[in-house]
């Protein structure tokens, strides 16, 4: 559920980002990609990986830190894959949020064990 939340926050913001701005797909997805991120780290830690300790909302920078860097494989790939779709096909430029969804599916396995083992332990 919280990934979901994540694509929906990363592909919604993108599509204002693209709309509203001279920004391109790939600056417009740095923007979004990073609100998303936040997001989910955010519901991960109140939801999917609650403790009495993330409950009482003791966040902080360290574990955020430790959130991006536990994900910098999934990240990458994410990033990755999205670059590569809309850099390479022209269904994909048309209409970045399909190469959100792509790239956060690949990465959605990685993102989930490393935060499980890493971060939220």
Do not use: C
Request: charged share 10%; aromatic share 18%.
């Amino acid at each position: 559920m919280v990934g979901t939340i994540g694509y929906v926050t990363d592909a919604f913001l993108l599509f204002l980002v693209l709309r509203y701005t001279s920004l391109n797909a790939l600056q417009g997805r740095a923007i979004s990609f990073l609100v998303a991120v936040f997001v989910t780290w955010r519901l991960n830690r109140k939801f999917t990986f609650a403790t009495a300790k993330n409950l009482a909302g003791h966040a902080g920078l360290e574990e955020f830190a430790r959130y991006l860097a536990a994900n910098f494989l999934g990240i990458s790939m994410n990033l990755g894959i999205y670059t590569i779709l809309v850099l390479k096909f022209p269904f994909f430029s048309a209409s970045p949020q399909f190469a959100v969804a792509a790239g956060s599916i690949a990465a959605l396995t990685v993102n989930f064990m490393l935060s499980n083992y890493w971060v939220f332990k």
